[in-house]
C-alpha cells in the first residue's frame, strides 16, 4: 500500500525543519570561519579572497532562509487541513501518523519561533 497524504506531508514537514536546522548550523560555521580570517588575516595573499568567498556564502545562506521558513509555514497548513479533514472523515488515518503529525506540527512551530 503506497504511503498516505498524511504520512508523505508528515515526513515533508520533518524534512524541512531539519534543512532550516542544517542552515542555521551551516550560517554560524561560516560566521565563525569569517571571524577567525578577520582576527589572523596572516600573510597569506590568498586571505582576502577566502574571507569574500566566505562572506558570499553568508549572504547566500541568508538568502535561503526566508524560503524555508515559508515552506515551513505552509507544510504546518497544509498538515493542519489533512488532520481536520481526517477527523470530519471519522479518523481514518492510523493513530500513529496522525501521533506522527501532531509532533511534526509541534516541531514546526517551535522552529518557526526560533527562527524569528
Not at 68 to 78: F, P, S, T
Not at 86 to 112: D, F, L, Q
Amino acid at each position: 500500500m503506497p504511503p498516505s497524504k498524511l504520512k508523505i506531508t508528515t515526513s515533508s514537514l520533518q524534512r524541512l525543519v531539519k534543512e532550516e536546522a542544517s542552515y542555521h548550523q551551516e550560517l554560524a560555521q561560516q560566521e565563525a570561519r569569517i571571524k577567525h580570517l578577520e582576527e589572523n588575516p596572516g600573510s597569506d595573499e590568498n586571505a582576502e579572497y577566502q574571507l569574500r568567498q566566505e562572506r558570499q556564502a553568508v549572504y547566500e545562506t541568508k538568502k535561503v532562509l526566508p524560503t524555508v521558513r515559508a515552506k515551513i509555514a505552509d507544510a504546518i497548513k497544509e498538515l493542519e487541513a489533512l488532520l481536520e479533514t481526517n477527523k470530519a472523515e471519522g479518523g481514518e488515518a492510523p493513530t500513529e501518523e496522525v501521533t506522527k503529525a501532531k509532533e511534526a506540527i509541534a516541531e514546526g512551530r517551535k522552529a518557526m519561533r526560533e527562527i524569528s
